[in-house]
Nanobody, 115 residues
C-alpha cells in the first residue's frame, strides 16, 4: 500500500510563487516516477510535470520555464516549484506516484492565482 501526502498550495497573486511537496510512504523501495497533475473547474485532469529516476523532468508546454519539478529519492518526496504563476494555473493539483505500473494519487491541494 502506498500513501501520498501533499503539502503546499494556497492563494497567491499573479506573478507569485508557490511550492508543493508530496511524500510517499508505504512498503516499497523506490517509486518508478512521481509527478503532478492538475484539474481546473470544468476541465479534464492534465499532467503538469513528472520525473523518473533521472534529475530531468518532463513538463506540459504551458508551464515550461516557470515550474521546476525535483525529487528526493531518499525521502520518496517530489517537489513542484511554481514561479511566475498565472490565473490559468488555478486548479487542484494532484500528486501521483508510479510503482510497477500502478498509479497512486494524493488527495489534491488547491492552488488559486488571482489577477
Amino acid at each position: 500500500q502506498v500513501q501520498l501526502v501533499e503539502l503546499g498550495g494556497g492563494s497567491v497573486q499573479a506573478g507569485g510563487s508557490l511550492r508543493l511537496s508530496c511524500a510517499a510512504s508505504g512498503t516499497f523501495y523506490s517509486m518508478d516516477s512521481m509527478g503532478w497533475h492538475r484539474q481546473a473547474p470544468g476541465k479534464q485532469r492534465e499532467l503538469v510535470a513528472d520525473i523518473a529516476t533521472s534529475t530531468l523532468g518532463n513538463y506540459v508546454d504551458s508551464v515550461k520555464g516557470r515550474f521546476v519539478i525535483s525529487r528526493d529519492p531518499a525521502k520518496n518526496t517530489v517537489y513542484l516549484q511554481m514561479n511566475s504563476l498565472k490565473p490559468e494555473d488555478t486548479a487542484v493539483y494532484y500528486c501521483h506516484a508510479v510503482l510497477f505500473g500502478t498509479y497512486y494519487w494524493g488527495q489534491g491541494t488547491q492552488v488559486i492565482v488571482s489577477s
